[in-house]
């Protein structure tokens, strides 16, 4: 990649919005009180039906419309209508700490480095289930030390336009993962930093509706990524398929099988449970613990969409 000299690149930030009304102005703030201003901040509409609009265009931004034809596609029209060198992503519902861009866009001097991540931390704490997949995907406790990683989540992250391009952008098939997918790419070809001052807050899912909506969504992604790119750790950690997997069995088998085995697979089951609540509670003191209930059950059955996920892939070969 051609060096880039930082003190003249542009600086772009591509946003994404749909029925945003609530948070959209926190971030839309944080992002024009930086203490290295954006040169541009696209807005990429998915056609709001709440009040969004009325909030974006309360700031000097440059505004694009699509019909809501996905996550993916959405990110390459704001990255089509970038004109940065760096594009930095974040997501409606996050804010950036004021450093952010300051932060991240001197690594780009380095010809090696194509994209800059760093932490995502929650901010609306109060909710429980929230809390409880932050503790569980490892976001209460982010690393404190610089380092290369392979795929990186939009919310927090700023790669070169022309490495997008090269790398032929999000994919726009994909139910979700498109991130995953476009890290995992750049980092075959340069190389992706965590920069640990580079914080940006999320908002997560608040309720067990949402959360298992995305779990669904998530897990059709993944299994979209395995048939394009075949199975890597790096998309996702397997423990929920294969948890759901025992489950069907382990019902299954109360059917079909002898006593000894639906009682061994739910003894099994239910001492993974027990485990895993109580490690998970001695390192948070967290009450959100509860919520394994519902991870080790509906979520692990949830997470087979990743075979759906799978098929959907198969077939466009």
């Keep these: 990649m051609p060096s880039l000299n930082v003190n003249e690149a542009k600086v772009s930030v591509v946003l994404l919005t749909k029925n945003s009304e609530e ?36 700031y000097p931004i440059k505004l694009v419309t699509e019909s809501g034809l996905g996550f993916g596609y959405a990110r390459n029209l704001g990255v089509k209508n970038a004109e940065g060198d760096i594009v930095f992503f974040i997501d409606s519902d996050c804010f950036a700490e004021p450093q952010w861009i300051e932060k991240i866009l001197p690594h780009f001097n380095d010809s090696e480095i194509a994209g800059v991540t760093g932490p995502t931390q929650l901010w609306n704490t109060s909710h429980g289930v929230a809390r409880f997949l932050a503790c569980v995907g490892g ?13 990186a989540p939009t919310m927090n992250l700023a790669i070169r336009r022309d490495v997008v391009l090269e790398v032929g952008g ?81 019902i299954a088998s109360l059917f079909l099988a002898p006593w000894y085995v ?20 001695w390192r948070y003191h967290d009450r959100c613990v509860v919520y394994y209930v519902v991870f080790f059950t509906f979520w692990s059955l949830a997470s087979l969409a990743i075979f759906y996920g799978l098929y959907l892939g198969l077939k466009r070969k």
């Design 23 to 58: 948070n959209v102005g926190k971030s839309l703030e944080s992002i024009f009180g930086q203490t290295r201003k954006p040169d541009e901040v696209v807005v990429v509409d998915g056609n709001s039906t709440d009040g969004t609009l009325d909030v974006v265009n309360q």
């Design 139 to 151: 976001r209460m406790n982010m690393p404190t030390k610089r380092g290369f990683v392979k795929i």
């Design 170 to 250: 999000f994919d726009e098939t994909l139910v979700r993962g498109e991130d995953t997918e476009l890290t995992y790419k750049v980092s075959q070809c340069g190389k992706i930093l965590y920069e640990p001052e580079a914080v940006v807050w999320f908002r997560g899912s608040p309720t067990l509706k949402i959360a298992s909506s995305k779990c669904v969504r998530h897990f059709i992604g993944v299994g979209q990524l395995f048939a394009k790119h075949g199975f890597n750790s790096v998309f996702v950690r397997l423990n929920l398929p294969i948890r759901g997997l025992i489950l069907i069995a382990a």
């Design 262 to 281: 639906p009682a061994i697979l739910f003894t099994w089951l239910l001492a993974e449970f027990v485990y895993k609540t109580v490690k998970m509670y």
